[in-house]
């Protein structure tokens, strides 16, 4: 089993639709969760963190944990083509401190 | 969130040669860098960890004399690539962890990456 895993895709949804992306990890112990989003050939920016369980919104996005199921997903509402990207999850190592990266889930939204 | 610049954001070099990649931090001040690489179509590689004023801790398979790390001060880290040949041609990209102004929590931020090509 890998530590962070992610469906590929492509995820393909029509523009202003809400694009739901999921991850599930392994470390029991890990606390800090992110995702980030990757352009291609760009590196990869920062567009969200959660450490607790639940939601935390920021602008048209949600993360979810659930740390029970280990569990964390993105929800992007009114999605835009420019949301077109490689989103990649990343959990924090509870042992390491290293940033665990799943394979990214490739994003593409329709006009 | 923070910013992360990285110099050169592309090089051309010649099989042989050394080529040296700066990471700063500018708006915080970074307690541990990251140096990735990415070959195309795949996923980030964590190379190697730094800490300031402490040797790197290299991943497995990461040859420490082929790829030197230094992490000068809280704000910038180099990454020289001795001796290049063209299977070292890939992106590589630092990432600065610390406190940034819009959190309680130490994150990760990445550079803007360099693409290095070996010819």
């Known amino acids: 089993q890998k530590e962070v895993e992610q469906n590929s895709g492509p995820l393909s949804v029509p523009e202003g639709a809400i694009a739901s992306l999921n991850c599930t990890y392994s470390?029991?112990?890990?606390?800090?969760f992110f995702w980030y989003r990757q352009y291609s050939g760009k590196s990869p920016e920062l567009i969200m963190s959660?450490?607790?369980?639940g939601d935390k919104e920021d602008g048209r996005f949600t993360a979810q944990l659930n740390k029970a199921s280990q569990y964390v997903s993105l929800l992007i509402r009114d999605s835009q083509p420019s949301d077109s990207a490689t989103y990649l999850c990343?959990?924090?190592?509870?042992?390491?401190?290293?940033?665990?990266f799943g394979q990214g889930t490739t994003l593409q939204v329709k006009p | 969130g923070a910013v992360v610049s990285q110099h050169p954001s592309w090089v051309i070099c010649k099989s042989g040669t050394s080529v040296k990649i700066e990471c700063r931090s500018l708006?915080?001040?970074?307690?541990?860098m990251f140096w990735y690489r990415q070959f195309p179509k795949q996923s980030l590689m964590l190379m190697a960890t730094?800490?300031?004023?402490?040797?790197?801790?290299?991943e497995q398979g990461v040859e420490k004399d082929k790829f030197l790390i230094n992490h000068a001060s809280l704000t910038l880290s180099t990454l020289t690539v001795t001796s290049a040949h063209p299977e070292d041609s890939s992106f590589y990209i630092c990432?600065?962890?610390?406190?940034?102004?819009?959190?309680?929590?130490?994150?990760?931020?990445f550079g803007p990456g360099t693409r290095l090509t070996v010819l």
């Open positions: 990343a959990v924090r190592s509870g042992n390491t401190g290293k940033l665990i």
């Open positions: 708006d915080f001040q970074a307690t541990t």
């Open positions: 990432s600065a962890r610390g406190l940034s102004r819009d959190s309680s929590y130490n994150e990760q931020f």
């Open positions: 470390d029991r112990v890990s606390q800090s």
């Open positions: 959660i450490y607790s369980n």
């Open positions: 730094s800490n300031e004023g402490s040797k790197a801790t290299y």
